[in-house]
């Protein structure tokens, strides 16, 4: 028997996916007029962790007198949290409406994670040939060996049988190098 050991999810792609809850949460506190550390204690209440805890070591800064832009630096670390600080920062520096920056900034974070599971789904099937294309002809083999060596014996052992091996082997790779440039192509756009 095979275990298969999984690692859950790191912290910082838990924060990337509480992303647009975080900002939603701090449009919320920043709606209700409350200052900066005030806002990430509120946000950070209706969050859980790892967002929860960004937010009060920033309420913690922001009382401080720390700068908006600096209370949020650690959310830099992930994929869309500099868009979050940067809205805060900017609105915090010159002045704007926050509160629809931030629902703004919530709103392409969810949509930017819609996209992605469906183009995670789009790639399924290309995904699941590059990884069995590989193994169908050495399984061909192997049945073939086990139901009728005799049958085997010419592509071991004459030239045209080489031949035929070599063919194989060589369309198996080709297969394989197209299916896994489509793969790539199509999750990297």
């Given amino acids: 028997m095979i275990a298969v050991l999984r690692r859950g999810p790191s912290t910082n792609d838990l924060l990337a996916a509480q992303l647009p ?6 449009a919320r506190a920043y709606a209700a007029g409350l200052p900066l550390a005030t806002a990430c204690e509120r946000a950070a209440d209706a969050l859980e962790e790892p ?6 070591s920033g309420a913690v800064a922001a ?7 600096e ?7 992930v994929e869309g949290g500099a868009l979050v600080r940067a809205a805060v920062a900017v609105c915090d520096e010159v002045g704007g409406d926050l509160v629809r920056a931030l629902e703004a900034v919530a709103k392409a974070l969810q949509q930017r994670e819609r996209l992605r599971g469906e183009i995670a ?7 699941f040939a590059a990884r069995v294309v590989p193994i169908v002809p050495v ?6 060996a086990v139901l009728s060596p005799t049958a085997l ?18 369309l198996d790779l080709l297969a394989l190098v197209v299916l896994r440039h489509i793969e790539r192509g199509v999750t990297s756009a």
């Fill in 121 to 127: 789904v789009a790639t399924a099937q290309a995904r």
């Fill in 21 to 26: 809850d975080l900002a939603r949460a701090l």
């Fill in 139 to 144: 399984a061909a083999l192997g049945l073939l």
């Fill in 71 to 77: 209370v949020l630096t650690p959310l830099v670390a």
């Fill in 63 to 69: 009382a401080r007198g720390r700068p908006a832009a």
């Fill in 153 to 170: 014996r010419p592509l071991l052992t004459t030239p045209a049988g080489w031949l035929v091996l070599a063919a194989s082997a060589a």
């Fill in 51 to 56: 967002a929860a805890g960004v937010l009060r």
